[in-house]
């Protein structure tokens, strides 16, 4: 009985301490962090998606943790939905959480500010969204496709678009339109 009772305590104690030690958990949103989750696929305006992709629907969707934030990832796509171009179209939205353990204290803002500028390849050109939010877009690994990155607060965003019209790849200035476009809606959405 003893042994158990002093079990019992031990284990209280290291539940109680580990308590205490996340109160600093870079894994939790600050009162300074403007976005405390990830938001949702909902937040995508259908009006933005009807533009980039006539027809699509939405393919998967998850939200999960990430080491100092939340990420979550929507999929849309157009094949076999249209005669009339296809594509896909991903959006990434990570809420970037304050570290209050660093030393000194990282903040949202400042861990989505280097999370972008981790992203985005020495070929990203600048991108002034219509809300004036700047971002970078770049051609993507596959023929046909854009990819852009923006911050506002401590939420990362980043969009990934590929086109098909004809059978062949759009051409990378199609796509770069495409994508900015729906970033500025998405933006003002945000």
């Not at 002093?6 to 996340?22: I, N, T």
């Not at 939200?63 to 990832?73: A, F």
């Not at 999929?75 to 353990?101: H, I, K």
């Amino acid at each position: 009985m003893i042994i158990g009772t002093g079990a019992a305590a031990v284990s209280a104690a290291a539940v109680a301490g580990g308590l205490w030690f996340a109160g600093d958990d870079p894994d939790q949103p600050r009162g300074a962090d403007a976005h405390t989750a990830a938001p949702g696929c909902g937040v995508v305006p259908e009006e933005a998606i009807a533009r980039a992709l006539p027809e699509a629907v939405l393919e998967s969707s998850g939200n999960g943790p990430l080491p100092g934030g939340e990420s979550t990832v929507c999929v849309w796509t157009s094949a076999g939905q249209t005669d009339e171009g296809q594509g896909v179209l991903r959006v990434n939205l990570s809420a970037r959480f304050t570290d209050a353990s660093a030393e000194p204290v990282v903040t949202g803002e400042e861990s989505a500010s280097r999370a972008q500028a981790a992203v985005v390849p020495p070929r990203g050109e600048q991108a002034v969204l219509g809300s004036g939010t700047e971002g970078q877009v770049w051609r993507g690994q596959v023929p046909g496709t854009a990819e852009l990155a923006f911050r506002t607060d401590n939420l990362l965003v980043r969009v990934s678009y590929s086109g098909v019209g004809g059978g062949d790849p759009v051409p990378f200035e199609e796509a770069r339109e495409t994508t900015v476009a729906f970033a500025e809606l998405l933006g003002e959405a945000l």
